[in-house]
Every structure is written in structure tokens, then in C-alpha cells.
């Protein structure tokens, strides 16, 4: 249980539960807002600032779009166009490297999920010294960040929001999760302009990452009544919205809806963490440099279809949410529902059937077994796995 963010009290007797909510302090939605961010950043009193984009052509292209709208508000930057599709503490450290020699004061990130992990995680080092893996997990004693902006262009992550981050370690090629307030970005900015030349596939992917968020979040053992909310409204957003989105890029309601879906899903998984899909998908991800997105997807209904036996109910209204009408069924009926419904999605946005068609091999399970299992993510899922349980799991989804 992360100790930072949950805080238990006894009283006469009984335990008793402290929970505290982080988001940012701004958030800017709907189509044109990324205009505002030269004002934003001159209000938070950013002179010079670094932005972070990935390491594509399409990725620089738009560090420049971001960085003539900040000069037009009288802030300075620089461009790190060095975020790989699965971060890495390579490119963390070398972006830090950067941002002290050219006295940046404030961490711009435009992008998806990766180009925001790698601020997140050169923020730290600018604030704190050392090297990225110094700092993975949660409980860190950490110095305050740099102020930071984060602009979205998947709608996927909610990266833009959270208070997690995953870089790869290039030398266990494993993904490491890093879990502190403190990285929560200051302004996330969400614009379905932004989203609209995603293509269908990273489209399909980053929804599905966003329904993990959701559900995941909804099952966790911390969930609260307010995580709970932002959790089902998500993933009855996604269902509506998400088969649209890939069908035509272009469909701007369709966008603006998954990028209410997918903060919606940050805000749920920030304030009640994840679970097993994500400790499992990061082993993938950091082993075998898979999207991140993908692996989610495929391991749900699987992870899913374990977790059901410990909280059946919940599953139940998981099923509502997707659409399904449960009247008539029974609570287990209602809960297999749920997770046929996953999988009737993913496969109509057309997610690969199993990990072996994404190079996963069955010889490499007991040691991606290993290693999800000492993921911080796992920490709240509802039902504890042990190791052969977890590697069965995997097997189920190969």
C-alpha cells in the first residue's frame, strides 16, 4: 500500500482510512486549449522551459509548435526531442543533463505517455541528484519538482495528470514505476485537436489503456466513492466513444469524449492505483519493448477473469456500465458478462488475440512472473496471486 498516499488511523479499536486525492492544479479541455499555454506558463513565472517530446519527426514537429506558442507569451525554451516510445533512464538522465546546462526553470512535455514519464522523470533529477532508478517506487523523501506542463496528444495514459511515471532500466530491461505527489504535473492539457491524426491502432491501443485505468481502478482495494465515479462514467465513455474514434480519426465529438474517458481514468487511478494488468503488462513492455497500451489490453480479461472471484459485485456494475443488461442474470452471469464485454471490445478496435502474437514465449514467463510480482502496481489489486498463479495467468493470455 502506498504510504504517501494512504495513511491508516486506529481508533478504538477498529482501522480506519485516511485518503487524499491528487490532481493538477490546472487542467485545460475541449478543442483550442493548447493555445493557452504561453499563458499559463508566464502566470506560473517560467522564463526558460524544456520541452519534451519523442523522438520522432511528428514528436519534434510538435516540441516547435510548442515552443512558438510559448515564445509568443515571452518564455525562452529548448528542445529534447529524445523521449523513446518506452522511456528509458538513458534518455531521462540525458534530458536532465540538458536542463541544467541550459538553466531551464520549467519542464514543458507534449505527447503521449512517454515523452510525459521522461519529464517526469528528468523532474526529479533536476530537483533531486542521482540517478533515475534511485527513486523507483514510492515513499522516496523527495525535494519539490520543477514546475511542469504537460500537453496530451494520445488519449490513453493520463499521464498528463498523474502522479505515476514508468522508465525503463536498460540494464534489467525491466520498467520501473515511480509513485509520488510530487510528479503530479502542474497544468495538463488536453486538446481533441491534438488527437485527431492518431491512427487507428495507437487509437485502439491507448482507449484500451485508458479501460485498464478504469477498471483496475474500480476493483482496487483502496477504491473510494469519488474514484469509483470517474471510474464507470470512463468506461461507459469508452465503450460509446472508442469504436468511433478508430473508425475515423477525424470524428472531433468521438475525440473530445475519449479525452474526457481517459482523465476521467487518471483521476480514478491515481487516487486508487492499479493492480495485476499493469505490474504483468510493464514486464512485457520493459522485457521485450512492447506498447504499453497493447500489452494492457491483451492481459485484461484474463487478470480480470482472476479478479472477479474476490469482488463479483463489482463486476456486476462494470457490465452496466459497458451496456449490458444484467436484470435477468445472475450475479456470476452478470460478472462473465463483464469480461466478454472487454474482450468484445478489444476486438472489434482490433487488439491482437495473445501475447504470443506479440513475440511473448512461454520459456520467458517465469522470470516476467518474478518481476511483476515485486511491481508496485500490484499492491492493490483485489485478490493476491502467487507465483503460479501469476505465471498462469500470462499462460491464459499467450
Not at 479541455?29 to 506558463?41: D, F, L, P, S, W
Request: aromatic content about 6%.
Amino acid at each position: 500500500m502506498r504510504e504517501s498516499y494512504l495513511h491508516s488511523l486506529c481508533a478504538k479499536g477498529e482501522k480506519k482510512m485516511v485518503y487524499t486525492f491528487y490532481n493538477p492544479k490546472v487542467a485545460l479541455m475541449g478543442a483550442g486549449c493548447v493555445k493557452e499555454i504561453g499563458n499559463q506558463a508566464k502566470q506560473m513565472g517560467g522564463t526558460k522551459a524544456l520541452i519534451v517530446c519523442g523522438v520522432s519527426k511528428h514528436g519534434e514537429a510538435l516540441g516547435k509548435d510548442i515552443a512558438a506558442l510559448l515564445k509568443s507569451s515571452g518564455v525562452e525554451s529548448r528542445i529534447f526531442a529524445g523521449a523513446e516510445p518506452n522511456p528509458t533512464d538513458t534518455s531521462v538522465h540525458e534530458g536532465a543533463k540538458i536542463y541544467a546546462q541550459d538553466s531551464c526553470d520549467m519542464i514543458v512535455a507534449v505527447g503521449g505517455g512517454s515523452p510525459m514519464d521522461c519529464a517526469k522523470g528528468i523532474g526529479l533529477l533536476a530537483a533531486n541528484g542521482g540517478k533515475i532508478g534511485d527513486y523507483e517506487g514510492a515513499g522516496h523523501d523527495l525535494k519539490p519538482l520543477p514546475m511542469m506542463i504537460t500537453v496530451n496528444t494520445t488519449a490513453g495514459t493520463a499521464s498528463e495528470m498523474t502522479s505515476f511515471a514508468v522508465i525503463t532500466d536498460t540494464a534489467r530491461h525491466i520498467k520501473m514505476a515511480f509513485v509520488d505527489w510530487r510528479i503530479t504535473p502542474d497544468v495538463a492539457i488536453n486538446d481533441p485537436e491534438l488527437m485527431v491524426s492518431m491512427p487507428p491502432g495507437l487509437t485502439a491501443a491507448t482507449g484500451m489503456d485508458a479501460l485498464t485505468h478504469s477498471i483496475e481502478a474500480f476493483v482496487s482495494t483502496i477504491a473510494t466513492p469519488v474514484t469509483d465515479a470517474a471510474a464507470l462514467k470512463s468506461i461507459e465513455l469508452i465503450k460509446e466513444f472508442l469504436p468511433r474514434a478508430v473508425k475515423d480519426g477525424s470524428d472531433i465529438e468521438a475525440r473530445e469524449m475519449m479525452a474526457y474517458a481517459e482523465y476521467l481514468a487518471g483521476i480514478a487511478f491515481n487516487n486508487a492505483s492499479l493492480g495485476y494488468v499493469h505490474a504483468m503488462a510493464h514486464q512485457l513492455g520493459g522485457f521485450y519493448n512492447l506498447p504499453h497500451g497493447v500489452c494492457n489490453a491483451v492481459l485484461l480479461p484474463h487478470v480480470e477473469t482472476f479478479n472477479k472471484e474476490a469482488v463479483p459485485e463489482r463486476f456486476v456494475v462494470i457490465a452496466q456500465a459497458m451496456g449490458v443488461d444484467v436484470s435477468k442474470m445472475s450475479r456470476a452471469e452478470a460478472a462473465e458478462a463483464a469480461i466478454d464485454g472487454i474482450k468484445k471490445l478489444a476486438a472489434e478496435v482490433g487488439i491482437p488475440a495473445g501475447l504470443a502474437e506479440l513475440g511473448a514465449k512461454e520459456e520467458d514467463l517465469n522470470v516476467l512472473a518474478e518481476n511483476a510480482m515485486k511491481d508496485v502496481c500490484g499492491a492493490t489489486n483485489p485478490r493476491e496471486a502467487d507465483l503460479a498463479e501469476i505465471i498462469g495467468i500470462y499462460k491464459s493470455a499467450m
